[in-house]
């Protein structure tokens, strides 16, 4: 029992018949509640996920018959949903640990489809009509909610590029849902922003002290140079051999970061004074850590100063 998939779109629907979703950046999951028995958890591949969610594990119409698809999330310390927030507690399988973290980290289950309610298989109606049934579930002002859709594809594509959010999937009303499918039925579209860092230290390639392969990079805020993650895509080798000249004569002895980097970043890294300005595509902005960063090039025009005014 695999979820449904959606395909990359190239342009957002604009025609009737279609309508829109925030793409949520967490951990999807389906829940399956049987009357009299308590409710599973699946990751999409099928996974038993139950333990690693002790405040979603109970459906909030209780043993109701019930089996619906969503995605698990947790914000950051921006307010912002961050699936790296998840990554200590999906994998969990203790009870007792699960029960800390979701103290700590606690998460909401945002439903998006439902696909049995109360016995009755409602998979093969119409997206519009499931969406209608999920609806009336009642599942507001609970850890369980039904997040808004939209008929406006382009306003809400550029409210979440806006707010920093992952992106949108966009549906047609006619769709039915099929287990397992990648479907152009769903058309998700991720956003890609680019925006410019410094650089606070390089990684050589695997086996070499010299070829350079990741840039170390950090944002300027109000608490210093905080450390937002290690770039290594985009970096070929004409690229590598002009980085390589530009940190050169730039090498310290410490970290510039005003932050601790992680050890798995730091082992390996030479530090570098904080004055290179590169650019950067990542997808989203406002994470703790860049998601898939790739180079885009030195902003030669730009110093770190120029930056305080960027967020």
Same mark, same amino acid.
């Given at each position: 029992?695999?979820?449904?998939?959606?395909?990359?779109?190239?342009?957002?629907?604009?025609?009737?018949?279609?309508?829109?979703?925030?793409? #949520?950046?967490?951990?999807? %999951?389906? =829940?399956?509640?049987?009357?009299?028995? +308590?409710?599973?958890?699946?990751?999409?591949? $099928?996974?038993?996920?139950?333990? =690693?969610?002790?405040?979603?594990?109970?459906?909030?119409?209780?043993?109701?018959?019930?089996?619906?698809?969503?995605?698990? &999330? *947790?914000?950051?310390?921006?307010?912002?949903?961050?699936?790296?927030?998840?990554?200590?507690?999906?994998? %969990?399988?203790? +009870? +007792? *640990? *699960?029960?800390?973290?979701?103290?700590?980290?606690?998460?909401?289950?945002? %439903? /998006?489809?439902?696909?049995?309610?109360?016995?009755?298989?409602?998979?093969?109606?119409?997206?519009?009509? !499931?969406? @209608? &049934?999920?609806?009336?579930?009642?599942? $507001?002002?609970?850890? #369980?909610?039904?997040?808004?859709?939209?008929?406006?594809?382009?306003?809400?594509?550029?409210?979440?590029?806006?707010?920093?959010? $992952?992106? &949108?999937?966009?549906? !047609?009303?006619?769709?039915?849902?099929? /287990?397992? $499918? !990648?479907?152009?039925? #769903?058309?998700?579209?991720?956003?890609?922003?680019?925006?410019?860092?410094?650089?606070?230290? #390089? !990684?050589?390639?695997?086996?070499?002290?010299?070829?350079? =392969? =990741?840039?170390?990079?950090?944002?300027?805020?109000?608490?210093?140079?905080?450390?937002?993650?290690?770039?290594?895509?985009? &970096?070929?080798?004409?690229?590598?051999?002009?980085?390589?000249?530009? %940190?050169?004569?730039?090498?310290?002895?410490?970290?510039? /970061?005003?932050?601790?980097?992680?050890?798995?970043?730091?082992?390996?890294? /030479?530090?570098?004074?904080?004055?290179?300005?590169?650019?950067?595509? @990542?997808?989203?902005?406002?994470?703790?850590?860049?998601?898939?960063?790739?180079?885009?090039?030195?902003?030669?025009?730009? @110093?770190?100063?120029?930056?305080?005014?960027?967020?």
């Amino acid at each position: 029992m695999r979820p449904m998939l959606a395909t990359a779109g190239t342009h957002v629907p604009t025609e009737p018949g279609w309508t829109h979703e925030v793409k #949520w950046d967490g951990v999807r %999951v389906l =829940a399956d509640t049987t009357r009299g028995g +308590a409710t599973r958890l699946l990751s999409r591949n $099928e996974n038993p996920v139950t333990v =690693a969610w002790p405040e979603l594990n109970r459906s909030p119409l209780g043993d109701r018959d019930l089996l619906v698809d969503g995605e698990v &999330i *947790a914000l950051n310390d921006r307010g912002l949903p961050d699936f790296r927030v998840l990554q200590d507690r999906m994998h %969990v399988r203790n +009870a +007792a *640990a *699960a029960a800390r973290l979701a103290d700590r980290l606690p998460a909401t289950y945002m %439903v /998006f489809d439902v696909m049995r309610v109360d016995g009755k298989d409602v998979s093969g109606q119409p997206l519009g009509e !499931r969406r @209608t &049934i999920l609806r009336g579930l009642g599942l $507001e002002h609970s850890t #369980w909610q039904v997040p808004d859709a939209y008929d406006d594809g382009p306003m809400l594509y550029e409210a979440t590029r806006q707010q920093g959010l $992952e992106g &949108i999937v966009s549906k !047609r009303l006619t769709s039915r849902y099929v /287990f397992g $499918e !990648r479907t152009r039925s #769903w058309l998700k579209f991720a956003h890609r922003h680019r925006r410019s860092y410094v650089v606070g230290g #390089w !990684r050589p390639q695997e086996g070499t002290a010299d070829r350079l =392969a =990741a840039l170390l990079v950090g944002e300027l805020t109000h608490e210093g140079l905080v450390y937002r993650g290690r770039v290594g895509s985009g &970096i070929g080798g004409v690229q590598s051999k002009q980085l390589t000249a530009l %940190v050169a004569p730039l090498a310290r002895g410490d970290s510039p /970061f005003d932050d601790e980097v992680p050890a798995v970043d730091a082992r390996g890294t /030479f530090w570098v004074q904080p004055v290179l300005v590169v650019d950067v595509e @990542t997808h989203g902005v406002g994470y703790t850590r860049l998601r898939q960063p790739s180079f885009r090039g030195v902003r030669a025009d730009l @110093t770190p100063d120029d930056l305080r005014t960027q967020s």
